[in-house]
């Protein structure tokens, strides 16, 4: 596996408290993003960054913000969670260098109730 | 809105036969790519396509590229139980930062 770590793994928190999720990855590369996925949904984009202190909103970005203060790191909040946010969240990397020839690397997924 | 939407949703099939799923994508794109997914883990990728390509293997895995239909189609030949898994496409649009995105997936399960 790439070398890219998301935690915490699993998470239950409650409706209106905000939680913060990371994403460490050790391969220097330039891209990071956060996709959520639902049953019925596939994999849709929430944040995405092109370096640090550089980042964009997805297809699904509303109650999310995002932070790169450090190449490694990139965090995901939800501001104050809803119930409507139960879901898996994953984390993906590509260098986005060798155009033409990218390919994304996935964490294992961090699964987050609501309740 | 998804870029990519894989057909058919779910496809089951007995270990040994060819399994085929397809994608249809929107806009024009500098590349295609898929990725698998087992249960309860991460997207892994299988395989790249460049939109100048038309076919391309790897292993037991055909892909092929139609720029004029904006379609792709992924084959495993000689599928295993093991092959059991989610399957996703991805597009890297062309003319803008590589943002990959994903469709819906094909669910495929093979049975021993």
């Known amino acids: 596996d790439a070398g890219i770590t998301q935690s915490p793994r699993h998470k239950v928190t409650e409706t209106g408290t905000p939680v913060t999720l990371r994403c460490h990855q050790t391969?220097?590369?330039?891209?990071m993003y956060w996709y959520r996925q639902d049953p019925g949904h596939g994999l849709r984009l929430i944040h995405y960054?092109?370096?640090?202190?550089?980042?964009d909103k997805g297809e699904v970005s509303d109650g999310y913000s995002v932070s790169r203060s450090k190449t490694e790191d990139f965090l995901l909040t939800l501001e104050s969670a809803t119930s409507s946010q139960t879901s898996v969240y994953f984390c993906?990397?590509?260098?986005?260098?060798?155009?033409?020839?990218?390919?994304?690397?996935f964490g294992q997924g961090t699964r987050l109730t609501v309740v | 809105s998804q870029q990519g939407e894989e057909d058919p949703q779910a496809l089951s099939i007995q270990e040994g036969e060819n399994a085929t799923m397809n994608c249809s994508y929107k806009?024009?794109?500098?590349?295609l790519q898929w990725y698998r997914q087992n249960s309860g883990r991460g997207l892994v990728h299988l395989i790249l396509?460049?939109?100048?390509?038309r076919e391309k293997h790897s292993g037991r895995l055909r892909v092929t590229l139609d720029t004029s239909k904006k379609s792709s189609s992924l084959l495993i030949t000689a599928s295993r139980a093991a092959d059991t898994a989610s399957y996703f496409c991805?597009?890297?649009?062309?003319?803008?930062?590589?943002?990959?995105?994903f469709g819906r997936g094909t669910s495929l399960i093979v049975h021993p």
């Open positions: 993906a990397i590509s260098d986005g260098l060798a155009r033409m020839n990218t390919e994304a690397f």
């Open positions: 391969e220097n590369h330039r891209y």
């Open positions: 960054s092109y370096g640090v202190k550089d980042t």
């Open positions: 806009t024009s794109i500098n590349n």
């Open positions: 396509i460049r939109s100048n390509e």
């Open positions: 991805a597009t890297e649009p062309s003319g803008g930062s590589y943002i990959p995105t």
